[in-house]
């Protein structure tokens, strides 16, 4: 620890810690433009200069390492003519007219700044040049003659996403942000990952859906979880008068403020219709009725039945209302097909394994955070689960070094050190090379002396060169801390021989052992794990079914899913939305979306969070889990509600954090 | 003791701030109490006293030779000068010509806009002002105090010239300091 004094005020703060943090963590405010407490400090706007006992000049403290005895003074006069004259010399290089700002007015860190200073003008006028505006990206605008040149945009698209599209072109005042090598945005390297714009201290980065919808003073923030994917990132949902203004990254949480496209920027635009009313078929017609006839109608149809009734549940919905779900079909009516809408693909083959061998075999996300070498197998992270993506592509100018093994294109492609691209559904003979390359080449951490196959038989079936192959296994087995992720491209294939085979590699490279388990599968939707948990991943076929339910809540509908449905005489659809599955449904219950219920989400590493509800559903609408237990009483079925022991029941592939 | 004789004029602006001076409602009646309200846009006399006032108000930015002379005038008759509002403390929405020049301003207003007329033309009378870039108050003239908003809240401009009328020098800060 070390102790410091300033403005007269003894603190003490970790090694390590910049002066600027140093303040913060202890309430003493000193202006700042270009630092962010996630991004690496930086020292561009000059405005967190601070006098040091002994130093001959000013300091920046968001760049100045703490150190034991310092004394520090924030408001001494001469600082605060240089903090004026640096704030009247931003405001002359560009255009900053608040008026027709939309940050104006309580969201502008360079107003707010000014503010603090009591300027009450500007001492220097701008300087009247125009400067690009760059209007090509859906979802964003980027507006140079607001931008200050803080480079947190900059920092925000290398740090948190690791996609390095924005920088910047020319020198001093003539500077501007570009994407690429000064390509429109909308045309650039840009993932849509919004982090620039959640970033931006002025209005330069513009977000389409919000700007002008109200100052973050005018909205409700509720603190919740993204129901994107598996990953489960912190979320932080921005209402105002009941609707979706914008979507942030949570910083508390584990993904740290970033998020990718489907959290931020999707949710915000749903323009599905919405379903307001319960519906029964009447003739061909669907027509509106009430809940009570709803469930009335469900009961005349499907008590008869029993277990003839196939049950299908997104894995979207909550922990909870899954539990309910396979507690009402599989235990309640004796139904023999209780399954997700995702029928195990993601999840499966690995459950299976570990079902057999008895402990979890998948490690925790974090593993990214300290991987020199990742194997993506099966999965594209740049179209699938990005925040995990974002990990990996950040690591890379750090020296992690990544293998991709896909036999189409991956968007993860142009990062990687090496691509393997081998015969289509080959992935045990893949693994098998990489194994029989490790231990050829000595490097087996187990001290394997053979594989399960010769490295010729395997590259043969594979198709892939010696050479690649012996790259990949140096690689991976050389590095101090490896990691396989892999995907539904692995899970589906449903062969308990490429899983064999690809333990066997996490294990000789190093990756799984004793102390690390260095592999881990991204899943699927929100609560992919919760469904395979609940036994929830069967595979859909319909035999003598006489009706369905499907527990569709907010989610999409697949082709898929329609096509199988086809034989179903009797269909009962419990969703949000409007959909080619209500149409053919003869009863729909209309629930809520995932922003209007509060629920648990399991995610991929087995991290239970709580998401709140951050907005009022519409009349007449209610929870999935109330639907689900409302059906049961109409049933005359008791549910299990204990969804925590529900869970437990099975060994999970990845150890529960509940 | 004499009360303080307040004057007012503006020049690029909208007018929007003497609007929002009128939204100070019946706190106007309170203020002719304490101060002598003399020239305004919104007042019979025409010109601050050649004899001089405490306090002169200007709205808007400095846009031609006419709002130079303007500026010049009630600067040299009065004590205490207040850029009132964000065209005569930055500039303000006007000042965004500046960023293509005046003559391409002109061009568009009067010539290429889609709802003239065929052959229109440039103004050209010699007595027209002779038109500038457009200034912030104090780039012409020595501003002693700047009100920005666009317009200054009614509160702020009670508390302004309430404290203005009382004698003292207000303090734009917090509350009081909005740009808008």
């Not at chain 1, 005489?569 to 003869?586: F, G, K, M, N, W």
Request: proline share 4%; charged share 25%; net charge negative.
């Amino acid at each position: 620890m070390i102790n410091l004094t300033i403005n007269g005020k003894t603190i003490e703060v970790e090694d390590g810690t910049t002066v600027l943090n140093a303040a913060r963590q202890n309430d003493i405010k000193i202006p700042t433009l270009c630092d962010h407490p996630n991004l690496t400090p930086y020292g561009g706007c000059r405005l967190c200069m601070v006098e040091v006992k002994g130093m001959r000049v000013p300091i920046a403290a968001c760049t100045l390492p703490a150190s034991n005895g310092m004394v520090i003074e924030t408001e001494t006069p001469a600082l605060k003519t240089s903090r004026n004259v640096i704030l009247s010399l931003l405001f002359s290089e560009r255009n900053h007219f608040c008026p027709f700002c939309q940050v104006s007015g309580g969201d502008c860190e360079l107003q707010n700044a000014a503010y603090d200073e009591h300027m009450t003008h500007w001492p220097i006028q701008p300087q009247w040049t125009n400067f690009p505006v760059d209007t090509s990206h859906p979802f964003f605008i980027l507006d140079n003659n607001r931008c200050i040149l803080c480079r947190r945009c900059i920092r925000a698209c290398a740090e948190m996403s690791g996609n390095f599209t924005l920088n910047v072109e020319e020198r001093g005042s003539a500077t501007i942000v570009v994407a690429d090598t000064n390509v429109p945005l909308g045309q650039s390297s840009c993932i849509s990952c919004g982090s620039c714009v959640q970033v931006c201290p002025t209005g330069a980065l513009i977000d389409r859906q919000s700007a002008y919808l109200g100052h973050d003073k005018n909205l409700t923030t509720t603190r919740s979880i993204c129901r994107g994917c598996s990953l489960g990132c912190g979320i932080q949902i921005h209402t105002r008068d009941n609707r979706i203004v914008k979507i942030t990254g949570d910083y508390e949480a584990a993904n740290a403020g970033t998020l990718c496209k489907y959290g931020r920027f999707f949710p915000v635009e749903q323009k599905q219709a919405r379903i307001t009313s319960p519906m029964k078929r009447v003739g061909k017609q669907l027509v509106a009725t009430t809940w009570e006839d709803a469930l009335a109608t469900l009961t005349t149809n499907i008590k008869p039945l029993k277990g003839k009734v196939a049950a299908l549940a997104s894995t979207r919905l909550s922990v909870e209302a899954l539990s309910t779900f396979k507690s009402l079909f599989k235990e309640g009516l004796g139904s023999d097909m209780v399954t997700s809408v995702e029928e195990g693909r993601p999840t499966a083959l690995q459950a299976t394994y570990v079902d057999k061998n008895g402990s979890p075999i998948e490690g925790k996300l974090d593993t990214l955070r300290t991987a020199d070498c990742v194997l993506l197998v099966g999965v594209d992270l740049a179209n699938t689960h990005e925040v995990a993506g974002f990990y990996i592509k950040r690591n890379i100018p750090k020296g992690t070094r990544l293998i991709v093994i896909d036999p189409n294109e991956n968007g993860m492609d142009d990062q990687a050190n090496i691509n393997l691209k081998p015969k289509a559904g080959t992935d045990e003979a893949v693994f098998n090379a990489i194994e029989a390359s490790v231990i050829k080449e000595g490097l087996a951490r187990t001290g394997a002396k053979k594989g399960k196959s010769t490295l010729a038989a395997a590259l043969k079936v594979c198709g892939l060169a010696e050479e690649d192959v012996k790259d990949t296994a140096r690689m991976l087995a050389e590095s101090v801390a490896p990691v396989i992720v892999f995907g539904k491209g692995i899970s589906m294939s449903g062969d308990s021989a490429v899983m064999d085979a690809m333990v066997r590699v996490a294990n000789v490279i190093g990756a799984s052992d004793s102390e690390r388990k260095g592999l881990f599968s991204v899943k699927g939707e929100a609560n992919s794990l919760a469904a395979s948990l609940l036994g929830l991943e069967d595979v859909f076929e319909v035999k003598n079914h006489k009706a369905a339910y499907i527990a569709m809540g907010d989610d999409y509908v697949t082709k898929r899913l329609i096509a199988k449905l086809e034989k179903i005489p009797y269909l009962i659809v419990q969703a949000s939305y409007e959909s080619e599955l209500t149409e053919r449904a003869d009863l729909v219950l209309p629930v809520d979306i995932w922003a209007e219920e509060t629920g648990h989400s399991l995610n991929l590493d087995g991290h239970l969070q709580l998401a709140y509800a951050a907005l009022t559903a519409p009349e007449g609408v209610h929870s999935n889990l109330n639907v689900l237990n409302e059906v049961a009483r109409a049933l005359g079925v008791t549910v299990n509600d204990d969804w925590h022991a529900a869970l437990t029941k099975r060994t999970s592939v990845v150890e529960l954090d509940l | 003791m004499t009360k303080p004789k307040i004057s007012s004029d503006w020049m690029a602006g909208c007018s929007g701030c003497h609007m929002s001076l009128l939204d100070i409602d019946e706190r106007l009646l309170e203020i002719a109490e304490l101060a002598d309200i003399r020239a305004t846009p919104i007042t019979d006399l025409k010109e601050p006293d050649e004899s001089g006032v405490d306090v002169g108000i200007l709205e808007g930015g400095v846009n031609n030779s006419s709002n130079e002379e303007v500026a010049h005038r009630m600067r040299s008759r009065c004590k205490i000068l207040v850029a009132f509002g964000d065209c005569a403390v930055f500039g303000g929405v006007p000042a965004l010509r500046n960023m293509c020049g005046t003559q391409e301003a002109l061009q568009r207003a009067y010539v290429d806009i889609e709802s003239n007329e065929a052959n229109s033309k440039i103004p050209s009378d010699p007595e027209l002002a002779t038109m500038s870039n457009v200034r912030a108050l104090h780039e012409v003239v020595k501003v002693d105090l700047h009100v920005p908003g666009c317009p200054p809240d009614p509160d702020v401009i009670y508390y302004v010239l309430k404290e203005l009328a009382e004698g003292r020098m207000p303090d734009m800060k917090d509350e009081n300091l909005h740009w808008h």
